[in-house]
């Protein structure tokens, strides 16, 4: 089966990001939100991305408005009553996505492919609440989703190998290198990355060392391209700390979030999204470590 229009449900930092991708390499896209200012939003996030890369020579003026044509936005799930493949792309909570999937139901044709982009929920948990659970496929992206060249690929028990070869052939379009992992907490990357950024927290908690010491340790020692902190304010502090709470209950203690990540969160502070994190940004750039965290600097110098 060759996809061609794909529904996106959610439309935040990941889901904009597939759609943009997505609409680039020649696909069709109903971007989907329930509130309309996201929609707005995002659409306006994607047009002023295109045509950054047209002033820049990565695309033509051609190729963007051909992209833009096939991006459409719906309020409703209607959106995806045409969808060869559906990638859901919202918050990282098993009930919410699965209320998706089973709003989608009656909606999508049955040829339709249930695609998540969770970084740690269960496939197999996912496509239980499905009357399709050989059609539902894991396909992890990374944030910005048109900068990154990964797509993690994951199998729930009962996803078939056709659904596995045609979501492998759209990461492929999309020029992202694929990976395949087993349906397990964490998949591949999450597993082995997110207890580094969950320990960096609890170092800089237990006054052993600065935001900013940390960082420079992870960066300038390991010759990591940023540091710990860093990425988890780039990834979302909110998001880091969903991930490790599903990890914490299915695997154990070794992925018990850190309590400063906790706090910060609770706070508000949920990195460069929200303006702040372990590090307060403008316009998206970073500015300093966050006040909030001074009694920590001070303590670690």
Do not use: W
């Not at 190729?63 to 009553?81: N, Q, Y």
């Not at 992202?176 to 999450?190: C, H, R, S």
């Amino acid at each position: 089966m060759a996809i061609q229009n794909i529904f996106v449900v959610g439309a935040g930092l990941m889901g904009s990001g597939i759609a943009q991708n997505a609409i680039t390499c020649g696909y069709n896209v109903v971007l989907n939100d329930q509130r309309q200012e996201a929609l707005d939003r995002a659409r306006a996030g994607i047009e002023k991305a295109l045509n950054r890369d047209v002033e820049k020579g990565r695309m033509t003026a051609e190729d963007r408005d051909a992209s833009l044509a096939r991006l459409t936005t719906d309020v409703t799930m209607e959106g995806g009553r045409n969808a060869d493949l559906v990638i859901e792309a919202i918050f990282e909570n098993l009930e919410a996505k699965q209320a998706v999937f089973s709003a989608l139901e009656d909606i999508c044709p049955e040829h339709t492919i249930f695609a998540s982009n969770t970084s740690s929920i269960s496939l197999t948990a996912l496509a239980a609440a499905t009357k399709r659970p050989t059609r539902v496929v894991g396909m992890h992206f990374f944030s910005p989703v048109p900068r990154m060249r990964l797509c993690e690929v994951i199998f729930g028990l009962l996803t078939t190998q056709d659904v596995l070869d045609a979501v492998k052939e759209v990461g492929e379009k999309m020029g992202k290198t694929l990976i395949q992992a087993d349906d397990k907490p964490g998949f591949i990357v999450n597993r082995a990355l997110l207890p580094m950024l969950n320990e960096a927290c609890v170092i800089v908690g237990s006054y052993i060392g600065s935001v900013e010491d940390v960082d420079n340790g992870m960066r300038l020692g390991c010759n990591h391209p940023m540091g710990p902190l860093e990425l988890a304010d780039m990834i979302g502090l909110d998001i880091l700390l969903n991930v490790m709470t599903v990890m914490d209950q299915e695997i154990g203690a070794k992925y018990h979030p850190s309590l400063l990540l906790r706090k910060l969160v609770v706070s508000g502070f949920l990195g460069r999204k929200s303006g702040a994190g372990f590090y307060t940004y403008e316009n998206g750039k970073k500015v300093g470590v966050n006040p909030v965290l001074a009694h920590f600097q001070s303590v670690a110098r």
